[in-house]
């Protein structure tokens, strides 16, 4: 394992670590009952996060954009093992970034919007409800990554063996 497993494998997890932060209140709001203090630690916790300073913003910016050139360096190998385990890790990878970039983002807008800006209290839990939904969503794309790199170093050493066995029976 190398430096484009680590390029992949550090950022993934950092999100992953953060998504499970936000779990603690994402169970809570798809699966519990949705009460006034369960609404109100929801909007706490995501107003904290969208109100954080703009070097935590630039980190988390700037990791999704290391995981993406570890895909790209990794991928420049076009062998079988980066066709597949690399190709589907990349696409999940985009899904997770796509899912971020069109449903966090603007559902966090919502959520931090005053009051007065949202003509209703009910728009901000369905946009809390909606940023929840996706974080699982990420959360799913980000451990199939995962476990297709899990799966792809599996493989490689499993090649390695079996050419290991081939040599010594010649």
């Known amino acids: 394992m190398g430096f484009q ?3 992949i494998l550090a950022p993934v997890s950092f999100f992953l670590g953060v998504l499970f ?3 603690n209140i ?3 709001v798809l699966w519990g009952t949705l009460t006034q203090e369960v609404v109100g630690d929801g909007f706490h916790l995501y107003r904290t996060f969208f109100n954080a300073p703009p070097a935590i913003k630039a980190l988390l910016h700037s990791l999704i ?4 050139c570890g895909f790209v360096f990794k991928l420049h190998k076009w062998d079988d093992s980066a066709m597949f385990f690399d190709g589907t890790s990349l696409v999940c990878y985009v899904f997770g970034v796509v899912v971020y970039l069109t449903v966090t983002i603007p559902g966090l807008r919502t959520i931090v919007m005053a009051a007065s800006e949202v ?3 009910q728009v901000q839990v369905e946009a809390l409800q909606v940023l929840s939904a996706g974080n699982i969503i990420i959360i799913g794309c980000l451990g199939l990554v995962l476990a297709l790199q899990a799966g792809q170093e599996y493989a490689l050493r499993m090649e390695a063996r079996a ?3 081939v040599e010594k029976v010649e």
């Open 65 to 68: 954009f290391i995981g993406l």
């Open 163 to 165: 050419k290991a066995k």
């Open 5 to 7: 497993h680590a390029a």
């Open 21 to 23: 932060i936000c779990f």
């Open 26 to 28: 994402d169970h809570q």
């Open 119 to 121: 003509e209703d209290e």
